[in-house]
């Protein structure tokens, strides 16, 4: 999934000093913890490297967190490759226009109700929670509940 605008509501705050602070939603973690105890393989793919990101990655145990790419669907793609899963295994999540071709690539693209036009036309499924605000647990919770 993407971060800024998935996981956080897409702000960031800057301080006078140069660093940056992020807010993400609890729901949204213990969603992530319960898919990761439940064996699926969690990945976050950020367009911008930021610190929290990376604080917020390790506390929750995201095995896979790449940052400063634009090109999502090649990232995605490779890393699917690479571990054996095909497209119609992949749930990505994603809110922009970097994001609507690994959306309209897997197997189910979700998205949130303040996505950019393009992401909103590529994903099969629109949260009714908002980003940064349980949009997250709200998918995860349609996986862990999935008929097997």
Avoid at 12 to 39: M, N, Y
Avoid at 55 to 71: F, S
Avoid at 99 to 119: E, I, K, N, R, Y
Wanted: hydrophobic fraction near 45%.
């Amino acid at each position: 999934m993407d971060i800024d605008g998935i996981l956080t509501d897409g702000t960031v705050s800057i301080h006078s000093d140069g660093t940056e602070a992020k807010t993400f939603s609890i729901l949204d973690g213990l969603g992530l913890v319960r898919c990761r105890d439940a064996g699926i393989i969690l990945a976050w793919i950020s367009g911008r490297a930021s610190p929290a990101s990376v604080v917020r990655a390790t506390e929750l145990k995201i095995p896979h967190l790449i940052q400063g790419c634009t090109d999502k669907l090649a990232v995605l793609q490779e890393m699917a490759g690479r571990l054996g899963v095909g497209a119609g295994e992949v749930c990505f999540m994603g809110d922009d226009d970097i994001d609507a071709p690994a959306l309209a690539w897997a197997g189910v693209g979700a998205t949130v109700p303040g996505a950019m036009p393009s992401a909103l036309a590529a994903a099969g499924y629109v949260t009714s929670r908002s980003a940064g605000r349980g949009a997250v647990r709200e998918v995860c919770e349609h996986i862990l509940n999935r008929p097997v």
